[in-house]
């Protein structure tokens, strides 16, 4: 199916498993990430299948966290200001792929001319202009970067730290194995998620196929939202009901080479304690996670902002690689999956926890569903304190003079060449970026630990080791 099938199949699921189809037309509004679909708003297209005409239709641009929209609808929903609303993505990438192999273009309902009633849209830049001067735009390139810093920070081998997103992915690959709605079931080992073969071959070093998003997919998610009273009225069962508790964001927008700790992501640690001190509990009494999960450094930075046990899973659904990652609307299948999981518990109260990343690691937000209420339903974010807090250093295109390695990664190109590209800082608290071809330095790097090393920047971009 075309997306925009895609989305209104998981819409009537969500209101069949509801126990009331009817609710689709009782919705007044309808909030949406965008995606690759070229519709101008499918969301007046879903309205008028629903027969809910007059929906009000919201597309989050890319660049804004998908908590966001949660948190939006949920808050309406809390102030009176809406009773019904809709939450929906979908892709069908993998579709359009095959048709492109048979030289064909995959049919798409059109809609033009449509736009959306109102449009949210990220309030800062995700690139700084040097990373696209170099073309370091890739995700891959800019997480490989990151998961680097971390394990310098930690003193970690190169050897260790493959060991440690392998066993990771792993655990990973054995989630999805048992999780139906994931996009690949195949049980991978370690080895190979972590060797770089013919299918599986090798994008940022150390980051394989197999340990990457996987976008092209047909896959949708949707949720059903309505007050407390509404659900009443129509006689749903309240054993099944599922609450959100808080969604806390921080949107401190700041570009990867612009971060003076690399390694550290402020916005998750300050989410991550504005949510849970809003329960006062520990993420140890968090019953279930699903931990943003596009590349190793998205999860294994959170890890460390929560203070996890490394060995505790951190997914229902299998994570992006295997579970399957469409563009900007995983964490409404997430939160799928997160509804079905807390309504398996016998008894007790339980909670799960779901977090969004935007960008690279750019913005962060974190969501909390129990099968119990709050008085008080929780959306604030963190921008602020994040913003004043987090350490910024000055980028140099043109920095010469002695220098030190902060992080790196080796790109590798179908055709086989391979680029080094390496994060400089100098002692005034400067910093540059290169790009260097070099294939002698690629598998030196691959195989020597360049982070911390010292060298040169000479006039005309010359390096010069030491």
């Not at 609710?23 to 309808?30: E, N, P, S």
């Not at 229902?316 to 299948?333: R, Y």
Request: net charge negative; hydrophobic share 40%.
């Amino acid at each position: 199916m075309e997306p925009l099938n895609l989305m209104a199949s998981a819409l009537e699921r969500a209101a069949r498993d509801a126990g009331e189809p009817g609710l689709l037309a009782a919705a007044d509004t309808v909030w949406m990430p965008r995606g690759f679909w070229p519709y101008s708003s499918p969301g007046q297209l879903l309205g008028e299948r629903f027969g809910a005409p007059k929906i009000r239709h919201i597309v989050s641009e890319i660049g804004v966290l998908q908590t966001t929209l949660l948190g939006h609808a949920a808050a309406a929903i809390a102030s009176g200001k809406s009773d019904v609303a809709l939450i929906v993505g979908g892709e069908a990438r993998d579709r359009e792929v095959a048709f492109q192999k048979q030289g064909d273009t995959a049919p798409i309902t059109e809609q033009v001319d449509c736009p959306p009633d109102e449009t949210l849209r990220p309030q800062a830049e995700l690139i700084h202009p040097i990373e696209i001067e170099l073309g370091l735009v890739a995700p891959t390139t800019q997480f490989a970067l990151l998961d680097h810093a971390l394990r310098a920070s930690e003193g970690q081998s190169l050897g260790a730290h493959r060991q440690e997103i392998g066993r990771l992915w792993a655990e990973f690959s054995r989630v999805a194995v048992d999780n139906p709605d994931a996009w690949d079931r195949r049980p991978l080992s370690l080895e190979e998620i972590i060797s770089p073969n013919k299918t599986n071959r090798m994008l940022s070093f150390p980051y394989t196929k197999s340990l990457v998003s996987q976008w092209t997919v047909n896959q949708a998610g949707g949720l059903i939202l309505c007050s407390y009273a509404r659900a009443l009225r129509l006689g749903l069962d309240k054993a099944r009901f599922i609450y959100p508790l808080a969604v806390v964001d921080s949107e401190a927008m700041l570009p990867m080479s612009e971060r003076r700790e690399l390694h550290i992501s402020l916005g998750f640690e300050y989410a991550f304690e504005r949510a849970l001190s809003y329960l006062d509990r520990g993420v140890g009494q968090i019953d279930e996670l699903e931990l943003y999960s596009c590349f190793p450094a998205a999860i294994r930075v959170q890890q460390r902002a929560l203070n996890l046990d490394l060995a505790r899973v951190v997914t229902q659904t299998g994570g992006m690689t295997f579970a399957g990652g469409p563009l900007n609307n995983f964490v409404i299948q997430s939160w799928v999956k997160m509804v079905e999981r807390l309504r398996e518990g016998t008894s007790g109260s339980r909670i799960g926890m779901v977090t969004a990343v935007s960008g690279f690691m750019t913005k962060q937000g974190v969501s909390l569903l129990a099968t119990d209420p709050v008085e008080d339903f929780l959306f604030d974010n963190v921008t602020d304190r994040v913003r004043r807090d987090q350490g910024k250093i000055t980028v140099d295109p043109d920095l010469e003079g002695t220098v030190r390695v902060a992080s790196y990664t080796v790109d590798h190109e179908r055709d086989g060449s391979m680029r080094v590209v390496l994060i400089l800082d100098s002692e005034g608290e400067r910093r540059t970026l290169r790009v260097v071809d070099d294939k002698e330095l690629a598998l030196e790097a691959m195989a020597l630990d360049l982070c911390g090393r010292e060298l040169t920047l000479e006039s005309g971009g010359r390096l010069r080791w030491s």
